[in-house]
């Protein structure tokens, strides 16, 4: 079992940078392969980001893909997603995801994840 808790959400101006955070409790973070997720009102909840156990294998949504990075600290138990460059279209609730798991390729879709954070808005202006 893990439990995840996001911050960093906020309101912010188009082109402006934000950095998320998802801190997950337990001694066994680094077995986790790890997702970044969003979702607007009445529709699905899309990929976002993901990244391996170690840190050394990313994927990225092709929407964010050059604007956003996923990082983690595994000694701090941590999970990041540095967002550049956002837009409007990037309002959302950002959800992190856990999954124990060690091979590839990372999932993007959210069944594939076992854990999920509670959210942090993400509003961005015009």
């Known amino acids: 079992q893990v439990q995840l808790v996001e911050s960093g959400g906020g309101l912010v101006q188009a082109g402006d940078s934000l950095k998320l955070s998802c801190a997950a409790s337990?001694?066994?973070?680094?077995?986790?392969?790890m997702g970044w997720f969003r979702q607007v009102p009445g529709k699905e909840r899309d990929f976002v980001a993901a990244i391996n156990w170690s840190g050394a294998r990313t994927a990225y949504a092709d929407s964010v893909k050059g604007r956003f990075t996923i990082s983690r600290d595994n000694t701090k138990n941590t999970v990041y997603l540095q967002m550049a460059s956002l837009a409007p279209e990037d309002t959302a609730v950002y959800y992190c995801a856990a999954v124990v798991k060690f091979t590839l390729p990372l999932g993007k879709t959210p069944d594939e994840y076992d854990y999920w954070g509670q959210g942090t808005q993400v509003t961005v202006s015009s």
């Open positions: 337990g001694r066994t973070f680094s077995s986790y392969a």
